[in-house]
Structures are given as C-alpha cells and as structure tokens.
C-alpha cells in the first residue's frame, strides 16, 4: 500500500531537519507557517513564519549542542490535510538530560506545512529541561 503524500512530506521533513538541512525543511512550509510550541520556556510560544520556524529548530540543535536525536515512531494521516507523528526525543542540554515523547500534529494545504502543533507527555519536564 502506498504511503499518503502528506504522510511522505512530513516523514521528508523529519528527514531533513535529523540532517540539519534546514534550507530544504523551510522549503516544506508556507512563508506563514507557524508552529505552537506548548510550555512555558524560552522556546515555548507561537513561533510565526517560515523563518521563525526555522530559527527555533536550529535553536533546538545549538541549545543541545548538536545532542538533539529524533525517533520517528508513527506518521498518520486522515487525508484532508492533517497528520499526526509521534516521536522519542533524547537530548543532552547541560547538565540536563531528557527522553521523552512527543507528537506533532501539522496542517497541510496544497502540498505545504501551514501548522505545527507540538504536544508533548510532559510539559513541566520540558519546560525544567528548556529553562
């Protein structure tokens, strides 16, 4: 069975930002993208355009010193432009460690990301692991 286009393009962004090819990633959103961080952190917030997209993944990489490493579990689509993944994510930031899981649910209109929203297992960990 073939795999849903939008399922192929988020499982193509995961691939690029686990490369650091940010340049390619941002190619994936609209110029209005924006992408909902949960918590109460430095990172947490609305993070709005493709630009300030990009900005907090990077940051997610300089913050860890490059510790970030991103499981893929799932990728589900319901085929009018939504789809869910689910995550393991380990990083070192510190003295700090976390594993935890996540999930991102993202819109997508005409073959681009339009909205990521991110949800987590946890948020007070995250936000200790952020802050």
């Not at 819109?107 to 339009?114: A, D, F, L, P, S």
Request: glycine share 12%; aromatic share 6%; proline share 2%.
């Amino acid at each position: 069975m073939a795999e849903h286009p939008d399922c192929t393009l988020v499982r193509q962004g995961y691939a690029a930002f686990g490369e650091g090819d940010m340049e390619t990633l941002g190619s994936m959103m609209t110029a209005d993208v924006v992408y909902h961080v949960p918590g109460s952190s430095p990172i947490s917030g609305h993070h709005k355009g493709r630009d300030a997209v990009v900005q907090v993944l990077q940051r997610f990489g300089e913050e860890t010193n490059g510790t970030m490493q991103v499981q893929l579990e799932a990728v589900l689509a319901d085929g009018r432009g939504h789809v869910m993944s689910f995550q393991t994510t380990r990083a070192d930031r510190g003295d700090h460690g976390i594993e935890i899981r996540q999930g991102l649910f993202f819109t997508i209109v005409g073959g681009k990301i339009t909205d990521i929203d991110g949800c987590t297992e946890d948020i007070d960990e995250e936000d200790r692991f952020w802050a």
